[in-house]
Nanobody, 123 residues
């Protein structure tokens, strides 16, 4: 199971860090991704990190602003978000993909999902 936390309200230009804690999984066997869903929109891929943390991949709109990392000793993945924009407002979901291969961007590739962490960016 995955548990996301750290969401909140932040002003545009500000920063926020999300955490995704895993339990009941051998976490180091999983690539992990973050997705987000804004009201009335489809859930979309944000970024992903490989099982060991050595590879990352970002959707273009967050490159240079978001950083994904992980600490397998703590069974936790982090999403550091900086220079936040209003369009980053969404519920953010972490998800685990049982593979040590390519980082995938489609929702159906991920077996386990956390509950959403709401991020609201105000102007």
């Amino acid at each position: 199971q995955l548990q996301a936390s750290g969401g909140g309200l932040v002003q545009a230009g500000g920063s926020l860090r999300l955490s995704c804690a895993a339990s009941g999984l051998t976490f180091s066997n999983y690539n992990v991704g973050w997705f987000r869903q804004a009201p009335g929109k489809e859930r979309e891929f944000v970024c992903a990190i490989s099982w060991g943390g050595g590879r990352t991949y970002y959707e273009d709109s967050v490159k240079g602003r978001f950083t994904i990392s992980r600490d397998n000793a703590k069974n936790t993945v982090y999403l550091q978000m900086s220079s936040l924009k209003r369009e980053d407002t969404a519920a953010y979901y972490c998800a685990a993909d049982y593979t040590k291969g390519v980082l995938r961007t489609t929702r159906r590739a991920y077996e386990y999902w956390g509950q959403g962490a709401q991020v609201t960016v105000s102007s």
